[in-house]
């Protein structure tokens, strides 16, 4: 089993930064892959960012290229998603999962893939 908890979501302005943090505790040696997503209300969960545990490959959706950038700590068991130009419609709950089984490329960006969620934290971006 993997724990998962994040924080460092809150209310920011449109263009402001934040740093998510998800903190991961248990089997952690067993962790392939660590991904991002978000859900907005009455919207389904969407996936944001993800990266691979050991070689640190990452993968984005289009709507967050080139504002954010998700990264790990192996040392900390800690993955990080620096949020930048932040705009109104990132406002969501963000949610980090965890997957003990290797993910294709294509599949790193599909929350079935992840077994293991954190409980979430809030981002609000006013405008």
């Known amino acids: 089993q993997v724990q998962l908890v994040e924080s460092g979501g809150g209310l920011v302005q449109a263009g402001d930064s934040l740093r998510l943090s998800c903190a991961a505790s248990g089997r952690t040696f067993s962790i392939y892959a660590m991904g991002w997503f978000r859900q907005a209300p009455g919207k389904t969960r969407e996936f944001v960012a993800a990266?691979?545990?050991?070689?640190?490959?990452?993968e984005y959706a289009d709507s967050v290229k080139g504002r954010f950038t998700v990264s790990r700590d192996n040392t900390k068991n800690t993955l990080y998603l620096q949020m930048n130009s932040l705009k109104p419609e990132d406002t969501a709950l963000y949610y980090c999962?965890?997957?003990?089984?290797?993910?294709?490329?294509?599949?790193?960006?599909?929350?079935?893939?992840?077994?293991?969620w954190g409980q979430g934290t809030q981002v609000t971006v006013s405008s």
């Open positions: 999962g965890a997957t003990d089984r290797w993910p294709t490329a294509q599949a790193m960006g599909v929350k079935d893939t992840y077994g293991y």
């Open positions: 990266i691979r545990w050991n070689s640190g490959i990452t």
